[in-house]
């Protein structure tokens, strides 16, 4: 799973600022999911996209949650105007198809928000 | 109700010890997972089963299809084993992971 690439691996950010969190997935890959890990919680489904479409967000929170996945370049997750309750590991995977297919996870970002 | 369900949540062995870990779920699926997260760091697959059983090094998974249940076995276990182990699977309809919320192994030399 080393060739799905999250960066930064930490990022600490001050209430109001903006969060963005990258993924690479593993080459030949074009699907990708994020997924948030909230303390003493497991995993919960963010987004998940193909490049450039976002084909599933119902795990996005309405407001200031934003990702995408252009044609060249990483997945992006973008956090507006931060909060504390948004601290969690952030996790990427990608698959070369739909989730029956084995998917590959990155190391996460953890994000901080003092 | 969580469509996975591990158990145990916590557990603590000896070095040495035969460790069963085990995941149920309530949903049809394509694929279940088996997933390593070792204390402030990344996910690893171990295993993906859609019907009978796989086996890597000392780590066993199993999975009944009719029962809904799947589990991971360890042998021999070792200190380095200790991590939280995560049951995920995929459902046959939409589009994502459905996770379990961990088994936390502790192995005491």
């Known amino acids: 799973n080393a060739g799905v690439m999250q960066n930064p691996r930490h990022l600490v950010r001050r209430r109001g600022q903006e969060a963005r969190l990258r993924c690479s997935p593993m080459k030949g890959h074009s699907h990708v999911y994020w997924y948030r890990q909230l303390p003493e919680e497991g995993l919960k489904f963010m987004v998940y996209?193909?490049?450039?479409?976002?084909?599933?967000e119902s795990g996005m929170p309405k407001e200031r949650f934003s990702a995408e996945f252009p044609k060249e370049g990483p997945s992006i997750l973008r956090i507006q105007q931060v909060v504390r309750g948004d601290s969690a590991a952030y996790f990427c995977a990608s698959s070369a198809g739909q989730t029956n297919t084995e998917a590959f996870f990155g190391q996460g970002t953890r994000l901080t928000v003092v | 109700k969580n469509e996975v369900e591990q158990s145990p949540q916590n557990l603590t062995a000896q070095e040495g010890e035969f460790i069963t870990i085990n995941c149920s779920y309530s949903v049809g699926i394509s694929a279940l997972h088996w997933l390593q997260q070792h204390p402030g760091g990344g996910i690893v697959s171990l295993f993906m089963?859609?019907?009978g059983k796989k086996k890597h090094g000392r780590l066993i998974a199993t999975i009944n299809i009719q029962e809904k249940h799947s589990s991971l076995h360890i042998t021999a276990s070792h200190p380095r084993d200790s991590a939280v182990y995560i049951c995920?699977?995929?459902?046959?309809?939409?589009?994502?992971?459905?996770f379990g919320t961990g088994t936390s192994l502790t192995v005491i030399p």
């Open positions: 996209l193909q490049k450039e479409n976002i084909i599933d």
């Open positions: 089963l859609s019907s």
């Open positions: 995920a699977v995929s459902p046959n309809t939409g589009n994502q992971f459905y």
